[in-house]
């Protein structure tokens, strides 16, 4: 009788050490997914800052960027252009070799992510930048507070 009853919870506790492991997995699984969609959703928003296209128009690009991030920084880093009736035929820089290098945590809600990026002119040109963002979270979407760039 002994015997079975040790079986029996050797049994239960095997079966509850498995379910803990597939627990502790899927909770791995599942902030490691969190951070991937932040990553990306970091570099989109970064390549939206920087990227400029004459298809979109200043007024599209702040609309955009406003949902984003902080209006403040909006303002600064975006400022609203009158519209020209025939603008002139602008450069388009593309944003290339883009990769987040650092997310930090804070206990208040809020992330600092430094990002590195380079920029390459029409002419050919490359420029490396570095930057560094703090995000806070609202409504469950995170906000851009601050950008700077940072020496490389």
């Keep these: 009788m ?36 932040f990553k990306k ?39 609203p252009i009158p519209q020209i009736s025939k603008p002139a035929a602008q450069p388009v820089n593309e944003l290339i070799d883009m990769k987040t290098e650092e997310i930090k945590n804070s206990s208040d809600g809020q992330r600092k992510v430094t990002t590195t990026f380079t920029i390459k002119t029409p002419e050919g040109s490359k420029f490396p930048q570095k930057v560094e963002a703090e995000y806070k979270e609202k409504n469950d979407k995170w906000i851009m507070q601050t950008i700077q760039p940072i020496a490389k």
């Design 41 to 79: 959703y970091n570099e989109t928003l970064v390549y939206d800052i920087f990227y400029y296209s004459p298809d979109i128009s200043n007024e599209e690009k702040r609309v955009s960027l406003k949902k984003r991030m902080d209006t403040k920084l909006v303002d600064s880093m975006c400022p």
């Design 2 to 37: 002994k015997k079975k009853y040790f079986l029996i919870s050797s049994i239960i506790l095997i079966m509850l050490g498995i379910s803990f492991l597939q627990y502790s997995s899927s909770a791995a699984d599942k902030k490691k997914d969190a951070i991937e969609e």
